[in-house]
């Protein structure tokens, strides 16, 4: 596959991104400043490796997010090796060597279940990485049954299956996919709400701290760094829309 990119394209990447950077600053600064700055990942499944090469040379971007095990896998081997990968799809159990031999896998952030998180973690340890791994908990916030992720119930039992039995994983965070129409309360999206819930029922019982928010997208992610969001997910604003969905990998 060719890396090659236009100077036109690279612009149109670059100035995408810069608005997306100006509107997190707009909210981080009504904030008073003292919200530390979330991180920006930039989702870019579907898309061209040349476009993720352009992000990084011409913007100096480095966290970018990958949906699919097999895209991920291509993509990180003809890529520069300091790009923080972040892998965001449905993890089948079956994936997670490829995924855990990932060098520069910063992040997986879409463990939903104690077992897959047993999975990961054995991958992990056959992969001998150097550090833990670290992973996020993805929580169905909303109760939908299309929407994939443990129970906010369940998450706690999850973390508490990840500190004492994955010493080849490190708990760093939980995600939710926000709804896409929320009925929003108080100017709230319930999603966030019940994803900051998770994190605090989880820090307090389990006596740690640090917990990041993965949450908010193209649509949602001013709302959700207002409510705390650590770790944003931009795809469509940044590369453009994408071909509709199909079930592939
Ligand atoms: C595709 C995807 C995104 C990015 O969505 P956009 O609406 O294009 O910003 C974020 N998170 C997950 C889990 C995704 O699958």
Redesign the pocket.
Known sequence: MSLAYTALRAQEIKENLDGVKARMDEVLQTQGGAASKARLVA?S?YKPASDILAAYETAGHRHF?E?YVQELEEKSKELPSDIQWHF??SLQSNKCKTVAAIPNLFVV??VDSAKKASTLDKACAAAARPEPLRIFLQVNTSGEESKSGMSPGESLEVARHVLSNCPHLKLAGLMT?GSPNPDLENGENPDFKALNQCRTTIQDTLQIEGLELSMG???DFQRALQQGSTNI?????IFGS?PPFTKSS
Do not use: A, C, L, P
Not at 233 to 237: H, K, L
């Open positions: 989702v499944k997010g949906n965001i799809g952030e879409t996919i997208m193209s649509d997910r931009v795809g469509s604003t994408r």
